[in-house]
């Protein structure tokens, strides 16, 4: 049996085990529905906010007051159950990286196609700047002996470019583009070629074309995964990555390190350990405030680049993003009563955007020969069944708005306040051995509430396909890449 084909069905079968492992209940396709990944742009306004959930995309072109609902086939993807990366493009179009294509919506939503220069190309990540509108992709064949590449466009809207020699044998996962310069990029990967299989992380000084290995950051066997968080915004040496391997309590799942390098890759520091998943990691725009959490450890924040950190909220934290000054929080609708929030207070209170339930404004009014108007509609109505079966109907009151001067005050408050009394030492939120809790219990002066009340408690994880025997090698691999590619922010 040849190296393609070994390594193939290595995939399928992890996918199978991993996929039956997390059978729940579910909508039309197999998975409950959950919130995944939130993006905001395009560039520095937050008019637009696309929610990948695990049953397609929910999209807002009104700074959330409403969303609308593209199934995956409108998307490229009908039929499977993959986690896809997303973008925004400078033309506020949505960006969805396959495993053989990347496609790109119009701005009516009612037609995707294509994009040409990434035929045929496995899109593993995308990223896009917010300043410059550059957008980068990686790809990850998953082969031994392919060499993978980035691939670049000066916009949304121009051709993609295959840049430099790529890596032999290296597959690509995430990748970033540093806010203040467009021209840094950070890259992580698996090699496919060491035993046992090493992660790599790239620095690139010319946009993606000549890719430079940082230092190793530390792993063992036991390391599953290494993701580009967050580059600072202003200090384009300064990188944060999270490293993904077992929980140190013997439970089972993972836990993350947060490490930092101030020195472009050149030497990495442990900021911070999870007690379970780290699904999300936000920067703020002071490069001082960080953000991160999950299910097990709710929302956890710093305020002083990670020398102290305080647990601010039981939410089950599925994904972060910092954008604009306000923070974007993905929850687990059937125990936080939302699928998406926002807080205008550095995260000291979540404002409900988005519950699945009654939230969702239906699909896009297009005609009925597109995919949108032909079959969304009957996909929405079996995530409604979905829930309803699963007793999940009540949703929190949405409140997307946030007031430009309270944000003003929030920020200006988070620079001069001193540490909290809930305040997480090193040892508390664990250190480079996995020891403490970072998520123990918080003072009431630290709490995060949403609306009125605290927060629920509880745990949902992201699942994979629904059924790998029933996919092709090469979706069995998309599948499993993506089930451990836990998002950047």
Not at 106 to 129: R, W
């Amino acid at each position: 049996m040849g190296s393609r084909r070994r390594l193939a069905l290595t995939f399928a079968l992890s996918a199978a085990i991993v996929i039956a492992t997390h059978a729940a209940p579910a909508s039309a396709n197999g998975r409950y529905p959950t919130a995944q990944y939130v993006i905001v742009g395009p560039g520095a306004a937050s008019t637009h906010i696309a929610l990948l959930t695990t049953f397609g995309v929910l999209a807002s072109e009104d700074s959330g007051k409403t969303f609308h609902y593209l199934c995956e086939d409108a998307l490229g993807y009908g039929g499977t159950s993959l986690d896809v990366p997303i973008a925004i493009d400078s033309e506020a179009r949505i960006l969805v990286g396959l495993y053989n294509s990347t496609y790109r919506t119009e701005n009516d939503h009612c037609s995707a196609a294509p994009i040409p220069s990434l035929d045929g190309q496995f899109v593993a990540d995308l990223d896009v700047n917010a300043k410059s509108g550059a957008v980068i992709a990686s790809t990850a064949t998953g082969f031994l002996g392919d060499t993978n590449y980035l691939y670049r466009a000066g916009s949304g809207a121009g051709p993609f470019t295959r840049l430099g020699v790529g890596r032999k044998d290296v597959q690509f996962d995430s990748v970033e583009l540093a806010p203040s310069n467009d021209l840094r990029v950070f890259a992580t990967g698996l090699d496919l070629s060491t035993s046992p299989r090493t992660l790599r992380t790239y620095r690139s000084d010319d946009g993606g074309t000549t890719l430079v290995e940082t230092t190793l950051v530390p792993q063992d066997e036991k390391t599953v995964g290494l993701f580009v968080a967050a580059i600072d915004p202003s200090n384009p040496d300064t990188v944060y990555l999270r490293v993904a391997g077992p929980r140190s309590d013997g439970k089972p799942g993972r836990s993350t390190k947060l490490v930092r390098s101030d020195d472009a890759g050149a030497t990495w520091q442990v900021v911070a350990q999870s007690t379970g998943e780290m699904l999300g990691f936000a920067l703020g725009d002071d490069g001082n405030t960080l953000f991160y959490g999950g299910p097990d450890d709710g929302l956890v924040r710093s305020r002083d680049r990670g020398k102290t950190f305080e647990h601010i909220g039981d939410a089950h934290v599925l994904c972060l993003r910092w954008h604009a000054g306000e923070l974007y929080v993905c929850g687990t609708n059937e125990t936080d009563h939302f699928a998406l929030a926002h807080s205008c207070d550095m995260g000291s209170t979540l404002r409900p955007m988005l519950g699945f339930f009654g939230g969702i404004s239906g699909i896009y009014p297009c005609p009925a020969s597109t995919v949108e108007g032909s079959s969304c509609k009957e996909r929405l109505d079996g995530i409604h069944l979905a829930l309803s079966e699963a007793g999940t109907t009540t949703d929190l009151p949405a409140d997307p708005t946030c007031d430009g001067d309270a944000i003003a005050d929030a920020v200006a408050d988070s620079t001069l306040a001193d540490v909290s009394p809930d305040t997480l030492t090193d040892g508390d939120r664990g250190d480079a051995d996995g020891n403490g809790d970072a998520g123990s219990d918080s003072s009431n002066g630290g709490e995060t509430t949403v609306g009125n009340e605290s927060s629920g408690c509880g745990c949902s994880l992201r699942g994979a396909a629904s059924s790998a025997l029933g996919v092709s090698p090469v979706f069995a691999l998309f599948a499993t890449a993506s089930m451990l590619r836990r998002r950047r922010r």
